[in-house]
């Protein structure tokens, strides 16, 4: 295998990652109208899940077959990537969307990228800034603004999924960033979502769910609710733009930039989805919750840029 480090191209990195989170932004919203339709989130992660495995095997059958190749000190690796950092930080994260304003759900996600720092310093030794604990008191104290703590009328379950997917997308960027190192973006992909279609496969046959008419109908919700898709036209575009594409397109940042990098930018997802879930669903945000939201962010930043690097 190519140790890829030294061909790292940033400029690529950067426009991968900001398309990634204005996808990703998109299918926040996405997510929370099919899942109003009654399909579970287990079986909307199954069919992601398989959905991008297959889209990334026939693409490497096609222009890189050799990029199968496995080395067996690789599989630990992708087997903890692909239940943790994949199957369950989706499963988490549509549930945290279904349950909770789309806004506070992804800032209360986000906070994974200042514990990324967090976990260098305790795994992998790192030195940090002093602006790192600033930034987590930032990010902590703008969530309790945004929350309204202090007169809460927010889902504590759906909070509690959003701390989940936080702690999935801690291990998603720190992961990646090391899956990556000797290995291309379309074969990560095609194995971290094999796995987790795998394991997401195992679960279902152990409790199976009701299945789906995938003809049926749905209305596209909130100011396009006067528009109606069927299922499966629902399913394709999550399939390929609300997980194929955008993931393919982190991959490729991860493989081009740092974990810290990649995850800096990508809290421009928070903004993405936020605005897409006010013209699309009708979500407001307060003054003061938006003000929340951008403390939030100021902290991510300043936690996250907190790593030296050696």
Not at 4 to 26: D, H
Not at 58 to 71: D, S, V, W, Y
Not at 182 to 194: I, Q, W
Not at 228 to 245: E, K, N, T, Y
């Given at each position: 295998m190519v140790n890829r480090v030294a061909q790292r191209r940033p400029?690529?990195?950067?426009t991968a990652v900001s398309f990634a989170a204005?996808?990703?932004?998109?299918?926040?919203?996405?997510?929370?109208?099919?899942?109003?339709?009654?399909?579970?989130?287990?079986?909307?992660?199954?069919?992601?899940?398989?959905?991008?495995?297959?889209?990334?095997g026939i693409t490497l059958l096609i222009t890189n077959r050799k990029a199968f190749k496995m080395e067996?000190?690789?599989i630990p690796l992708f087997v903890f990537y692909g239940i943790f950092g994949i199957g369950l930080m989706q499963w988490t994260y549509s549930n945290a969307v279904?349950?909770?304003?789309?806004?506070?759900?992804?800032?209360?996600?986000?906070?994974?990228?200042?514990?990324?720092?967090i976990v260098g310093i305790f795994l992998f030794k790192e030195r940090v800034l002093p602006r790192l604990w600033l930034g987590i008191a930032l990010v902590l104290g703008g969530l309790a603004v945004v929350s309204n703590i202090w007169n809460s009328n927010l889902d504590p379950i759906g909070v509690l999924w959003a701390v989940g997917a936080a702690i999935c997308v801690t291990i998603y960027f720190i992961t990646g960033e090391h899956t990556q190192r000797n290995r291309d973006a379309m074969s990560t992909l095609f194995y971290s979502f094999l796995v987790a279609a795998i394991f997401w496969g195992i679960i279902n046959l152990i409790n199976p769910a009701p299945a789906v008419d995938i003809n049926e109908v749905f209305s596209l919700c909130g100011n396009l609710g006067s528009f109606s898709w069927p299922f499966w036209a629902g399913l394709l575009w999550i399939g390929i733009m609300g997980s194929f594409v955008p993931m393919l397109l982190d991959y490729i940042a991860l493989g081009n930039l740092s974990a810290t990098a990649v995850g800096v930018i990508a809290t421009a997802e928070t903004v993405f989805a936020t605005v897409f879930a006010w013209a699309w669903l009708g979500e407001d945000?307060?003054?003061?919750?938006?003000?929340?939201?951008?403390?939030?962010?100021?902290?991510?930043?300043?936690?996250?840029?907190s790593r030296k690097r050696t």
């Amino acid at each position: 295998m190519v140790n890829r480090v030294a061909q790292r191209r940033p400029g690529v990195g950067a426009t991968a990652v900001s398309f990634a989170a204005l996808l990703f932004g998109l299918n926040a919203s996405s997510v929370k109208v099919i899942l109003s339709t009654g399909i579970s989130t287990e079986q909307l992660v199954l069919f992601r899940t398989v959905f991008t495995a297959v889209l990334a095997g026939i693409t490497l059958l096609i222009t890189n077959r050799k990029a199968f190749k496995m080395e067996l000190k690789e599989i630990p690796l992708f087997v903890f990537y692909g239940i943790f950092g994949i199957g369950l930080m989706q499963w988490t994260y549509s549930n945290a969307v279904n349950l909770l304003p789309i806004s506070v759900a992804l800032l209360i996600e986000y906070t994974a990228i200042a514990l990324v720092p967090i976990v260098g310093i305790f795994l992998f030794k790192e030195r940090v800034l002093p602006r790192l604990w600033l930034g987590i008191a930032l990010v902590l104290g703008g969530l309790a603004v945004v929350s309204n703590i202090w007169n809460s009328n927010l889902d504590p379950i759906g909070v509690l999924w959003a701390v989940g997917a936080a702690i999935c997308v801690t291990i998603y960027f720190i992961t990646g960033e090391h899956t990556q190192r000797n290995r291309d973006a379309m074969s990560t992909l095609f194995y971290s979502f094999l796995v987790a279609a795998i394991f997401w496969g195992i679960i279902n046959l152990i409790n199976p769910a009701p299945a789906v008419d995938i003809n049926e109908v749905f209305s596209l919700c909130g100011n396009l609710g006067s528009f109606s898709w069927p299922f499966w036209a629902g399913l394709l575009w999550i399939g390929i733009m609300g997980s194929f594409v955008p993931m393919l397109l982190d991959y490729i940042a991860l493989g081009n930039l740092s974990a810290t990098a990649v995850g800096v930018i990508a809290t421009a997802e928070t903004v993405f989805a936020t605005v897409f879930a006010w013209a699309w669903l009708g979500e407001d945000m307060s003054t003061l919750e938006i003000f929340g939201g951008l403390i939030v962010i100021t902290g991510i930043v300043l936690a996250e840029t907190s790593r030296k690097r050696t």
